[in-house]
């Protein structure tokens, strides 16, 4: 799987996926990353990237011709590549998203700035827009990292233990809906405060049931959302 990353700050890449299993998942070559500076494909003298939005009002926009040179010299390498721009407006991302996503071989991320991207190189190339979020980062650069990670971590190969990512939020007792259960670990006191009796019972059956319960507890009081969707999932 290749990411391209299209942005002002290259040096942003690999970043955080120079570390750890992200690192030996590069290193065994399951993906890679190429990050292209965006003001490489500015033609004037000043390499300018952006100008001021038609309309008025504060910030600047990125020019599409200058982006879409980008886009089209990673497409005349890759022309199937799934195109992607980071951007509040998007649908936010989920975790069947991030399933549909790690299949691709290649995905380009087109990271905005300022006030974003001229929407006609967007609409012209068929971007799409995802949100990591419903609030407003300085620039995409942050939400590329959260794709790229959330898609890697579940190709085969890069955890250690491949059922992981199989048993945990999102994927709980095969609901897309529910959220992890609580977890423990040794000494099975501290502070006074006790591990469930039940999770040292060896008895898989309870432990299970007794998951799945928190499970829903948990998603009941926190997410709302999911859970209503849960219910109505359940009742099909
Ligand atoms: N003017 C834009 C708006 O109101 O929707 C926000 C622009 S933001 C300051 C600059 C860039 O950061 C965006 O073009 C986008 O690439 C990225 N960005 C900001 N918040 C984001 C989010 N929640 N999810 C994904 N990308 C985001």
Redesign the pocket.
């Known amino acids: 799987m290749k990411f391209t990353i299209l942005t002002l700050f290259p040096d942003f890449f690999p970043g955080p996926f120079a570390e750890s299993i992200a690192k030996k998942a590069m290193d065994k070559g399951l993906f890679s990353i190429e990050a292209l500076n965006i003001r490489d494909f500015a033609e004037d003298k000043h390499k300018t990237v952006d100008d001021t939005p038609y309309g008025g009002g504060a910030g600047m926009v990125f020019r599409p011709d200058v982006v879409a040179k980008s886009v089209e010299a990673v497409l005349a390498k890759n022309p199937a590549a799934k195109l992607i721009?980071?951007?509040?407006?998007?649908k936010t991302l989920n975790q069947k998203k991030v399933e549909e996503l790690s299949e691709a071989e290649n995905i380009v991320i087109l990271?905005?700035?300022?006030?974003?991207?001229d929407q006609r190189v967007l609409d012209h190339y068929g971007f799409e827009e995802?949100?990591?979020?419903d609030?407003?980062?300085?620039?995409?650069e942050i939400?590329a990292y959260t794709i790229i990670d959330a898609c890697i971590r579940i190709k085969t190969g890069v955890l250690g233990n491949p059922q992981t990512h199989k048993e945990e939020s999102f994927s709980i007792a095969g609901s897309e809906f529910l959220l992890e259960y609580p977890h423990y670990t040794k000494p099975a006191i501290w502070q006074n405060s006790e591990v469930p009796e039940v999770l040292l019972s060896g008895n898989h059956a309870k432990i299970n049931e007794w998951r799945l319960g928190k499970s829903e507890q948990i998603t009941k009081k926190n997410r709302p959302d999911l859970w209503e969707k849960f219910l109505n999932n359940k009742t099909k």
């Open positions: 721009y980071p951007s509040p407006r998007g990271c905005g700035r300022y006030e974003g991207v995802i949100s990591i979020g609030y407003i980062l300085s620039g995409g939400a």
